[in-house]
């Protein structure tokens, strides 16, 4: 069957198909049993692009009746209400944006200052035992930081750290309102922590790419560690680095569980970190089981659409930028 | 002049102390979630707790043995499916894979690796779920393989290329066939270092929650019926840590800290098993 499709295939010119159909079986393996083993293992590779493509399509499908239901206006409407059959994103936008860009921000200094101690200040003896002590944060599974900020963290902001910025700092309107502990504060400070390590491990594989003649070079005019670093490194490792905040945020917004836990879930659009939030990623995995009706589903499915479509989006730059820079091992911002 | 270096000289000094700053600014949550997780999950830990089944709301004491048999499972599901193609899809990569296709299932792969697993959730409700009607741990095993597959994917693809070519050649002028050099003498030099990628894998999956939340969907009795809703340690630990029972909470910490243990080993062996000759960073 395979064969057949392979020898109908027009040599020399073609569409983009068969010339990808050509990549894959024309790599001129002469015993049959090495070209079924080609084939065979070519299928699994598929696999990937595959499960992706369908992926693509099946939550597409899956969310047309809301989009033909509301269209646009999906993502600017307020109102969530299942038993009305009325549905907008907007909150669950708002909330995910403003929590991730926020832990964005906090991480963001941390991890450079992490990728850049690891990578060009730390005796040698220190870079793998440290590098692998910042990458467990990455193992430790979103759950048990959702435990965590629950029973630890939330009590804490809520007795010490959001009193002491209502009493000092509470004529801004971020710090207003009954301080919870659970909201969108313990929210951005978990999504940071879980971040962290991504951007870190990334960026620090970004920054031992960099050719060391540009070390040499920049310690050999008389400047110190710092300046080399900063003159000389990271100018000729900023897009990649910029991709390891891509990927960064990428993670955020699709981060569910730790945020589900303690970003205290209601769907409002508040200024005060004091109140609680709501994510896209939050609202599909509290609602997605128990959604009674089929249009009820579909938005629920539109959601994830968006979120799918935004994170697959930010991966792709963010692998070009990373690319951009050097080999970097792959399986970097996974760790 | 001398005012000059100085002040490069402090300015330097201070930027070393800021990184190390970040880097012990960052164990501290670490620290902390590990002593919360010992001291308030050891307590926890009893022969019980592992063998017994939970108790009906209002009544303390029982397990979570069928969380435990679940995630067992669940985690088996997952390597059945997501390990053999991942690591044939990883041997044409490396081995065929210099190629137009093989440039767009790394791409693919790599994207796959990004994606929310919360979404990986839903493709397989939308695919399984609703074709099954109703939750089943076979879902909750797909999803795993697909979070699972690029990683194993990509890491088999990356230790292969460290196999030199003087091995594929010695065995190729013995007139092996090349796809016996590539299962008898590539793989196998390959295998510890995939290992260790399929034993982060591995890790990773035990503690997925998102994708199993309707998938899976969680169970409080004990089943190994493949078509029916199966519980799982993330899960439990999810819907106890929500629950207002503090018993429940008491059995969460306790779970978590069991979960955290077993990625933890997973990790550190993994990372013991790297540092065999030949596959340093």
Known sequence: MQSKFAMSVPQGRGSWLSRLWRAFAGTGEVNPADRIFLWVTGLFAGTAILVLGAMTLQVFRASLPSIRQFGWRFLIGKDWDPVLDAFGALPYIYGTVVSSLLALALAVPIALGIAIYLAELAPTWLRRPLGFTVELLAAIPSVIYGL?????????????????????????????GTPRGLGLMAGVLILAIMILPTIASVSRDVLEAVPSTLREGALALGSTRWEMVRKAVLPSASSGILGAVILGLGRALGETMAVTMVIGNRAEI??????????LASVIANEYAEASSDLYLSALTELGLILFGVTVLLNIIARLLIWRVGRVPSGAGRS | MIDSFARRKLWDILARWACLGMVILALVPLVSVLFD????????????FFTQLP????????GMANAFAGSAVLVGLGCAFGIPVGVLGGVYLAEFGQNRFGKFVRFSADVMSGVP??????????????????FSALAGGIA??????????????????????????????????????????????????????????????AGETAPLLFTAFGSRFLSLKLDQPMGSLPVQIYTYA????????????????????????????????????????
């Open chain 2, 242 to 281: 929500v629950s207002p029972y503090d018993d429940w909470h008491r059995q969460a910490w306790a779970a978590a800290l069991a979960l955290v243990l077993l990625v933890l080993i997973l990790n550190i062996l993994a990372r013991v098993m790297t540092r065999q000759p030949g596959q340093g960073r």
């Open chain 2, 144 to 205: 795993l393989a697909i979070l699972m597959l690029p990683t194993v994917m990509r890491t088999t693809e990356e230790l292969l290329r460290l196999v030199p070519d003087s091995l594929r050649e010695a065995g190729l002028a013995l007139g092996v066939p090349k796809w016996r050099v590539i299962l008898g003498v590539v793989l196998r030099t390959g295998a510890p270092g995939i290992a260790t990628g399929i034993m982060l894998a591995v890790a990773r999956a």
């Open chain 2, 117 to 134: 697993s919360i979404t990986v959730g839903i493709f397989v409700y939308t695919l399984v779920v609703l074709t099954m009607h109703r």
């Open chain 1, 270 to 279: 508040s200024f005060s970190l004091f109140d609680p939030s709501y994510t």
């Open chain 2, 37 to 48: 997780l010992t001291v308030k999950g050891l307590g926890g830990f009893s022969w019980d």
């Open chain 1, 148 to 176: 965590w900020g629950i029973f630890v963290l939330a009590p804490w902001l809520r007795d010490s750290v959001q009193p002491f910025l209502a009493a000092r700092l509470g004529f801004l309107p971020f710090f207003q």
């Open chain 2, 55 to 62: 108790k009906p709301v209002n009544e303390t004491g029982g």
